[in-house]
C-alpha cells in the first residue's frame, strides 16, 4: 500500500510561480504587440469556423473593428464561389485528417476574395493550420491572412498583357500571311512567265533583258521571304531540311544569281573552289544558298571598285566527315569596329544616318547569322575601314565523293597542253593557273594585251584565255593583234574571250567577226571550263555560251500517256502559267480547268481524275473546303491533290495537309516544282 503525501509549498515556491507567472504575462504581452501591430491578419477559428480571436489590423485590411468583424457570420465575409471553396478544401482536410501517415502539423495555403466593410472586393492569401487538442482532435484552425490586393492587379495586368501580345502576334501572322499571298501572286506571273521566255529562241540581248527581269522578281521574292524567315525563326518554327547537295554546283548557282549585279558596277566576281574536296555533303541546299547569297549581295551594294569573291575551303576530319569554309571576300568601304556590334542586330545597318548611301530591310545579315547558327556555324567578320571585309563561317558534315562515271575527270586525253592566260586581275590568274595545274596542264599567264603580244611572238599555244576588260590594251584589240600582226587563226589558236554578264550584243558581234571560238561570262566555272576545253577542237566547237547558260531549262517531257488533271485557280493569269508548265511536262495530259472551288467539285464528280492542283484561296470556296468535298466522294480517296498556295507560313502549309491534301507548290510554281511533283505522285 502506497501513500502520496501533498508536499507543503514554502515561500519560495510562491516566489517562484510569480516569476513564472510574470513572465508568461510579459510573453503574450509581446505576442499581442506584434499580432496588433502587422500589416497581416492572425485569426483563429472553431470547427464551425465561428472566430475566436482577430487581431485589430483586421481594421486596416477590410474596415472592420474587431468587435464589429467577430459579429459578421462567415458566410457574409466571402462571394458564395469562394465560400464554397472554403468549405469544401475546410471538409476535405478534416476528412483527411483521420487518415493514416498524415502529417498534422500541414500547412494549408489558398487565395481568395473577401468583402471590406464597405462592400467591396479585395484578394487575400490565407496560410492556415489545423489545430489539434492533446488526445489529436481538431479543436481549431488558425491563420494569418494577407492583402495581396496589387499583386492579383499585376497578375491580371501581366495576363491581359499576354493576350494581347499573343493577339498582336496572331494578327502579325494573318498579315504576314495575306501580304505573302497578295504580293507572291503577281510574282508568280513576273517569274514564272520570264522562266518560259528563256525557253524559246531569243537574241543574247533579249534573253539579257529577259534574265534581268526574271533576276528581278527573284530578289523581290527574296525580301518577302526574309520578312517570313525571320518571323518563323522568332517563333521557333524554322527547320533545316539536311539533304545531300551537289556543293560545287550549287556555289556555282550561287554566283549565277549575282553575276550581272557585280558586272552592273564593273566588279570582278571570282569563284574559288578547289577541284579536290569532295563532290557531296549532307546539309541544306536552300538555306546555304540563301546565306551565301545574302553576304554575296551586301558585297556588292557596299563596292564601289575593285572585286568579290566566293571561296570554298575543305578540312577533312576523318571519318567520313569535314568541314566546309565558306568566304565572301570584297574590296568595299569596310565597317568600323563601333559599327560591328549592329551588324546582327534586327532591323540595323552600320549606317543609320537619314543620309546613308546603302539602303536594305537590316533583316538579312541577322537571318544568315540564325541560319548558320541552326547548321552549327557562326558567321564572322574581319574588316578593315576603306579596305574591304571578309564575312567568314564553317559547316562541318558527313562529306560523299560517289562519283558515277560521267562525272569523274578524264585527264588522259584532253586535246590541248600548254594554255596562255591573259587577265590583268592576279586573283583570277591564280584561279585559273590551280585548274589546270589540276588538270596537269602547262600554263603561262601575264597581266596585259600587249604582253601576251610578246609571249606570243616566240612561245605557241594550245588555247588563249584572254579577258576583255584590262588596262591599255583591252582584250577585244589584243585579239585583234593576234589575228592581224601574228597571223594565228581560230583554228590554229583556239580562243577563249572572257567578258562580264552586262556587256551587249554588240560585243559578241565583234567577238564572232574576229574569230574568238567562244564567249565565256565571268566568274569561270571549272566544270564548265573543262568541259569546253574537251571540246575546244572538236569539228563541233562552240562559238557562242548559249550551251552553259544557267538561265535555259531544259524541259524534259515526263510521259507519253494521257492523265486527267484538273487545275483550280481563280487568278486567270497564275492559270495560264501552270498550264503552259504542265501541258511542258506533261504534253498529252488532258487538262481541266476550274476558276473557283465549286467547279473544282462540280468536275470532279463529272470526270474521272488522275490529279488536282489546287489553288488556296479562291472565291465562292476555298481550296480547303473544296478538297474536303472531293475527299468525300469515294472514288477520291486515293487521288493526288497538291496545293498551290502563295502563302509560305507552315501553319499555312499544315491546314493545307489537315484539310486532305497531299503536298503543296508554294507561289511561284516553277517546272521544276511540278517536275518533282509530278515524278513523286504519277509514278513516272
Known sequence: MAFFLKKKRTSSDYVKRGVAEDELRKSEEKLRRITDNISDVVWALDTNLETEYISPSIERLLGYTVEEYVKVPFDKKHPPDTLARIQEIVQTELQRDNLPGIDKDRVLYMEAEQYKADGSLIYTAMTMKIVHDKNGNIIGFQGVTRDISEKKRFEEQLEKAKDEAEQASKAKSEFLANMSHEIRTPLNGVIGFTDLLLQTPLTDTQRQYAENANVSGKILLGIINDILDFSKIEAGKLDLDILKTDLPRLMEDVVDVIKYQASVKGLE?????????????????????????????????????????????????????????????????????????????????????????????????????????????????????????????????????????????????????????????????????????????????????????????????????????????????????????????????????????????????????????????KPVKARELYSIIRGIKKKTAVVSNKKYSPAIVDIKILSDFEFNILIAEDVMMNMLLVKELVSGLLPHANLVLARSGVEAVDLAKKITLDFILMDIQMPELDGLEATRQIRALLEYKDLPIIALTAGALSDQKDEAIESGMDDFISKPVTSDNLRKIFEKYLKI
Not at 271 to 279: E, T
Not at 337 to 365: C, H, I, M, N, V
Not at 435 to 440: A, D, E, Q, V
Not at 486 to 492: F, S
Open 269 to 521: 566576281l571570282l569563284l574559288d573552289v578547289p577541284l579536290d574536296i569532295p563532290k557531296y555533303a549532307m546539309l541544306d541546299p536552300t538555306r546555304l544558298k540563301q546565306v551565301l547569297l545574302n553576304l554575296l549581295n551586301n558585297a556588292i551594294k557596299f563596292t564601289e571598285f575593285g572585286e568579290v569573291e566566293l571561296k570554298l575551303e575543305y578540312v577533312d576530319l576523318g571519318d567520313s566527315q569535314g568541314r566546309f569554309d565558306f568566304f565572301v571576300i570584297d574590296t568595299g568601304i569596310g565597317i568600323l569596329p563601333e559599327q560591328k556590334d549592329r551588324l546582327f542586330k534586327a532591323f540595323s545597318q552600320a549606317d543609320t544616318s537619314t543620309t546613308r548611301k546603302y539602303g536594305g530591310t537590316g533583316l538579312g545579315l541577322i537571318i544568315s547569322n540564325l541560319l548558320v547558327e541552326k547548321m552549327g556555324g557562326k558567321i564572322l567578320l574581319d574588316s578593315e575601314y576603306g579596305r574591304g571585309s571578309t564575312f567568314y563561317f564553317s559547316i562541318s558534315t558527313r562529306c560523299y565523293d560517289d562519283l558515277d562515271s560521267s562525272e569523274v575527270e578524264d585527264l588522259s586525253d584532253l586535246p590541248i597542253n600548254k594554255v596562255l592566260i591573259v587577265d590583268d586581275n592576279a586573283h583570277n590568274r591564280m584561279i585559273l593557273e590551280h585548274n589546270f595545274s589540276h588538270w596537269g596542264l602547262d600554263y603561262k599567264s601575264c597581266e596585259s594585251g600587249s604582253d601576251a603580244l610578246e609571249i606570243l611572238r616566240i612561245e605557241k599555244f594550245d588555247l588563249l584565255i584572254i579577258d576583255y576588260h584590262m588596262p591599255g590594251l583591252d582584250g577585244l584589240e589584243t585579239i585583234k593583234h593576234i589575228r592581224s600582226d601574228l597571223h594565228l587563226t581560230e583554228k590554229e589558236t583556239p580562243l577563249i574571250f572572257l567578258h562580264s554578264s552586262s556587256d551587249d550584243q554588240s560585243l559578241r558581234d565583234e567577238c564572232k567577226s574576229l574569230g574568238v571560238n567562244l564567249n565565256l561570262v
